[in-house]
């Protein structure tokens, strides 16, 4: 399908301000984001700490509800409280920093990922057992891992199960915050190939976050650069990258050359 999957408009999220007591510390987190996603790109969003880049990854996948504007998921509006779950989740897939937070640590893995296609499609048992199959071989999990617990796998291990998991319902869009900023370097570099391989042979909107702009560009063909809230800069990642328009991007780009 072409055409944008996620279009978002006028965008806004302030923190705090509404409490008991009316007082305390207000942050915008988001002021005012107008962003279309057109389906099947990779797009990664990078930008300094604090610059919203999460709280944007949140309204996306409706974890949490803004304050003002709107985002739609192919028309139809995202918000917490106005989504069907179990459709829109089939759609839409998450996959955030720590994959042993995202799993249940008392249940064994096979029986987890099993739960998750229940819930999101109405496959039987033996459908099921393929597409767990299918998907654990995408992400290069030996089908042994199954009977074993969340603790028990690597790093590396437990972020690619919770991409398999991520790819159980066959989902339009895909996204990740951070979701190989906290692994080694060589781990990270396998995840990364295996991400980008499979954004294009199955053909996935991915929408990426990371502050590490040496991964955004090896894996997303377009980015997005945040500021305090907003977008200052939007394009081909080579054409950001290689020729960036504004001084912070310029910035950030010789900040993650220094590290
Ligand atoms: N639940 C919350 N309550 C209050 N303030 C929040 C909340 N979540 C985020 N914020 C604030 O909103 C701003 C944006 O935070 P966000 O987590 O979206 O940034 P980020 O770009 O993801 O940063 P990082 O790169 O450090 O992950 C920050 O000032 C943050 O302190
Ligand atoms: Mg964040």
Known sequence: MSGPVYSVQRLRKVFGGRGWFGGGRVVTALDGIDLDIRSGVSLGIVGESGSGKSTLARILVALEDATDGEVRFRGQPVTPYTIRPREFYRSVQ?????????????????????????????????????????????????????????????????????????????????????????????????????????????????????????VIDYLCAEVVVMRV????ERGKTTEVLGNPKSDYTRELISSCLTV
């Not at 991400?195 to 702009?213: K, M, N, P």
């Not at 809230?229 to 200052?232: F, K």
């Open 94 to 214: 998450f996959v955030f920093q720590n994959s042993y937070a995202a799993f249940n640590p008392r249940r064994r893995l096979g029986a987890q990922l099993d739960e998750h296609l229940r819930y999101l499609t109405d496959l039987d048992v033996s459908a099921r057992r393929d597409r767990i199959a299918r998907c654990l071989e995408y992400a290069q999990l030996e089908s042994g891992l199954l009977t074993r617990f969340p603790h028990s796998l690597s790093g590396g291990q437990i972020q690619r199960m919770a991409i398999a998991r991520g790819l159980l319902s066959a989902p339009e869009a895909i996204v990740m915050d951070e979701s190989v900023s906290a692994l080694d370097v060589s781990v990270q570099a396998r995840v990364l190939r295996l991400l980008r391989q499979l954004q294009r042979d199955l053909g996935f909107t991915l929408i990426f976050i990371a502050h590490d702009l040496a």
């Open 229 to 232: 809230g907003r977008i200052v």
